[in-house]
């Protein structure tokens, strides 16, 4: 396993970290943990790592968080995703309670799907993470 180290003073981790500070996440399916560590060996420059029980993804040069495992689901960073896709940005909890990415991590963060095109729009995120890639 590639492991990783988040920039915690990095504005794009903000919103991620806040939330799992807060308690957040916590927990994950192993299905869950499986493809996000899957995703990891397909990125390249991505890696795993852990922050207060949360498999996060992190990109290695930057230390930007680019998806987190949340109990029996996950969010990515994703770039390129097209008009009709399906995917999602929010969260519905068992306990009503909703998680609406865009507004708590900022930006570019989607529901993930298991979706085959995940992994491309990952690597397209991550690209965009590097200057002049």
Known sequence: M???NVA????DNAGVLR???????GGLHPDVRDHLAGLAAEVDGVGLTTARGV?????RAT???VGCGLGTTYCL????????AGVRWSVAWMDADRLNLRKAFGPGWIVGGFRPDETAWLRAATAALVPGA
């Open 2 to 4: 590639k492991r990783a």
């Open 8 to 11: 915690a003073d990095h504005p």
């Open 19 to 25: 939330f799992i500070e807060a308690g957040g996440g």
């Open 55 to 59: 498999r996060l993804l992190v990109h």
């Open 63 to 65: 230390g930007v968080i």
């Open 77 to 84: 960073r994703a770039a390129g995703v097209p008009r009709g």
